[in-house]
Protein backbone atom coordinates (compact mmCIF):
# COMPACT_ATOMS: atom_id res chain seq x y z
CA UNK A 1 0.00 0.00 0.00
CA UNK A 2 1.30 3.16 -0.94
CA UNK A 3 1.90 5.40 2.35
CA UNK A 4 3.33 8.99 0.48
CA UNK A 5 0.50 10.82 0.31
CA UNK A 6 1.08 12.04 -3.03
CA UNK A 7 2.06 9.47 -4.73
CA UNK A 8 -1.09 7.72 -3.19
CA UNK A 9 -3.25 10.86 -4.60
CA UNK A 10 -1.11 10.61 -8.24
CA UNK A 11 -2.29 6.42 -8.50
CA UNK A 12 -5.65 7.33 -7.85
CA UNK A 13 -5.46 10.07 -10.29
CA UNK A 14 -4.10 8.17 -12.96
CA UNK A 15 -6.53 5.11 -12.20
CA UNK A 16 -8.68 7.68 -12.43
CA UNK A 17 -7.75 9.14 -15.79
CA UNK A 18 -6.95 5.43 -17.72
CA UNK A 19 -10.15 4.01 -16.73
CA UNK A 20 -12.22 6.87 -18.27
CA UNK A 21 -9.93 7.01 -21.82
CA UNK A 22 -10.72 3.30 -21.60
CA UNK A 23 -14.47 4.37 -21.15
CA UNK A 24 -13.88 7.03 -24.44
CA UNK A 25 -11.77 4.82 -26.04
CA UNK A 26 -15.14 1.91 -26.19
CA UNK A 27 -17.89 4.71 -26.76
CA UNK A 28 -15.87 5.82 -29.82
CA UNK A 29 -15.74 2.59 -30.79
CA UNK A 30 -19.42 1.42 -30.80
CA UNK A 31 -19.88 4.74 -32.14
CA UNK A 32 -17.78 4.12 -35.11
CA UNK A 33 -19.05 0.94 -36.01
CA UNK A 34 -22.70 1.73 -35.69
CA UNK A 35 -22.09 4.93 -37.91
CA UNK A 36 -20.28 2.25 -40.40
CA UNK A 37 -22.85 -0.52 -40.84
CA UNK A 38 -24.92 2.45 -41.05
CA UNK A 39 -23.35 3.28 -44.42
CA UNK A 40 -24.97 2.04 -47.31
CA UNK A 41 -22.44 1.53 -50.95
CA UNK A 42 -24.13 3.82 -53.62
CA UNK A 43 -22.74 1.49 -56.12
CA UNK A 44 -25.69 -1.59 -54.83
CA UNK A 45 -29.12 -1.52 -54.73
CA UNK A 46 -30.62 -2.16 -51.37
CA UNK A 47 -33.93 -3.53 -50.26
CA UNK A 48 -36.04 -2.32 -48.00
CA UNK A 49 -34.38 -4.26 -45.21
CA UNK A 50 -30.93 -3.12 -46.25
CA UNK A 51 -32.06 0.93 -45.75
CA UNK A 52 -33.90 0.09 -42.59
CA UNK A 53 -31.02 -1.80 -40.98
CA UNK A 54 -28.37 1.25 -42.02
CA UNK A 55 -30.88 3.82 -40.49
CA UNK A 56 -31.28 1.59 -37.48
CA UNK A 57 -27.46 1.85 -37.01
CA UNK A 58 -27.52 5.46 -37.83
CA UNK A 59 -29.66 6.21 -35.17
CA UNK A 60 -27.57 4.17 -33.00
CA UNK A 61 -24.48 5.82 -33.64
CA UNK A 62 -25.94 9.26 -32.90
CA UNK A 63 -27.31 7.53 -29.47
CA UNK A 64 -23.51 6.50 -28.94
CA UNK A 65 -21.89 10.11 -29.93
CA UNK A 66 -24.00 11.47 -26.26
CA UNK A 67 -21.11 8.96 -24.65
CA UNK A 68 -18.57 9.75 -26.25
CA UNK A 69 -18.94 13.60 -25.52
CA UNK A 70 -19.93 12.76 -22.08
CA UNK A 71 -16.30 10.97 -21.67
CA UNK A 72 -14.83 13.25 -23.90
CA UNK A 73 -15.65 16.04 -21.17
CA UNK A 74 -14.56 13.91 -18.07
CA UNK A 75 -10.91 13.18 -19.81
CA UNK A 76 -10.40 16.92 -20.31
CA UNK A 77 -11.49 17.84 -16.77
CA UNK A 78 -9.61 15.21 -15.01
CA UNK A 79 -6.42 16.48 -17.71
CA UNK A 80 -7.12 20.06 -16.47
CA UNK A 81 -8.22 19.60 -12.68
CA UNK A 82 -5.07 20.43 -9.70
CA UNK A 83 -4.59 17.20 -8.22
CA UNK A 84 -1.68 19.03 -5.75
CA UNK A 85 -2.17 17.74 -2.08
CA UNK A 86 -4.43 20.14 0.23
CA UNK A 87 -5.61 19.74 3.51
CA UNK A 88 -9.47 21.10 2.84
CA UNK A 89 -12.12 19.60 0.38
CA UNK A 90 -12.30 21.14 -3.13
CA UNK A 91 -11.87 20.25 -6.69
CA UNK A 92 -9.36 17.62 -7.10
CA UNK A 93 -9.32 16.50 -3.24
CA UNK A 94 -9.30 12.66 -1.97
CA UNK A 95 -11.39 12.50 0.52
CA UNK A 96 -12.35 9.99 3.16
CA UNK A 97 -15.75 9.85 5.76
CA UNK A 98 -17.81 6.63 6.70
CA UNK A 99 -15.51 4.37 5.78
CA UNK A 100 -15.20 5.70 2.14
CA UNK A 101 -13.07 7.00 -0.43
CA UNK A 102 -14.02 9.29 -2.78
CA UNK A 103 -11.69 11.72 -5.42
CA UNK A 104 -13.66 14.71 -6.28
CA UNK A 105 -13.37 15.55 -9.95
CA UNK A 106 -16.28 13.48 -12.48
CA UNK A 107 -18.75 10.96 -11.16
CA UNK A 108 -17.70 7.30 -11.59
CA UNK A 109 -17.80 3.65 -10.72
CA UNK A 110 -15.92 2.77 -8.17
CA UNK A 111 -12.37 1.98 -8.65
CA UNK A 112 -9.25 -0.16 -6.51
CA UNK A 113 -6.03 1.50 -5.89
CA UNK A 114 -3.80 -0.74 -3.58
CA UNK A 115 -6.38 -2.55 -2.11
CA UNK A 116 -8.37 0.64 -1.18
CA UNK A 117 -11.83 1.55 -3.11
CA UNK A 118 -12.37 4.73 -4.40
CA UNK A 119 -15.13 6.40 -6.42
CA UNK A 120 -15.40 10.01 -8.11
CA UNK A 121 -17.54 12.63 -7.13
CA UNK A 122 -18.88 15.21 -9.50
CA UNK A 123 -18.23 19.23 -7.47
CA UNK A 124 -22.08 19.43 -8.76
CA UNK A 125 -23.00 16.68 -6.18
CA UNK A 126 -25.10 17.27 -3.39
CA UNK A 127 -22.61 15.59 -1.28
CA UNK A 128 -19.80 17.06 -2.39
CA UNK A 129 -21.90 20.80 -2.10
CA UNK A 130 -22.44 19.63 2.00
CA UNK A 131 -18.59 19.31 2.51
CA UNK A 132 -16.49 22.07 0.51
CA UNK A 133 -14.16 23.49 2.36
CA UNK A 134 -14.31 20.86 5.31
CA UNK A 135 -11.10 19.59 6.76
CA UNK A 136 -10.17 16.19 8.44
CA UNK A 137 -11.95 15.97 11.54
CA UNK A 138 -15.04 18.50 10.45
CA UNK A 139 -18.36 17.31 10.15
CA UNK A 140 -21.41 17.55 7.70
CA UNK A 141 -24.52 17.39 7.68
CA UNK A 142 -26.07 15.31 3.99
CA UNK A 143 -29.66 14.00 3.75
CA UNK A 144 -30.23 14.66 7.22
CA UNK A 145 -27.25 12.94 8.48
CA UNK A 146 -23.76 13.93 10.10
CA UNK A 147 -20.23 12.67 8.76
CA UNK A 148 -16.80 13.59 9.71
CA UNK A 149 -14.26 13.72 7.54
CA UNK A 150 -11.08 11.61 8.36
CA UNK A 151 -8.72 12.71 5.87
CA UNK A 152 -8.39 15.33 2.79
CA UNK A 153 -5.35 14.98 0.53
Same mark, same amino acid.
Given at each position: *? ?5 ? /??? @?????? /? ?7 ? !? ?14 ? +?? +?????? &?? %? ?6 ? /? #? @?????? $?? !? ?7 ? +? =? *?????? &? ?6 ? %??? =? ?6 ? %??? @????? &?? $? ?13 ? *????? #????? +?? =? ?8 ? /?
Amino acid at each position: *MTTDRAA /LKQ @AVHDKL /LSMEEAELA !TAIAHYEAFLQDSQMD +ER +ETHDKD &DQ %VAARENAD /L #A @AAFDTP $VQ !THHAKVDVI +E =N *MDFSLT &DTVGPGSL %VSF =NRRNFIVA %VST @ARFEV &DG $VTYMGISPQSPIYKA *MVGAK #AGESF +EH =NGRSFVIDDV /L
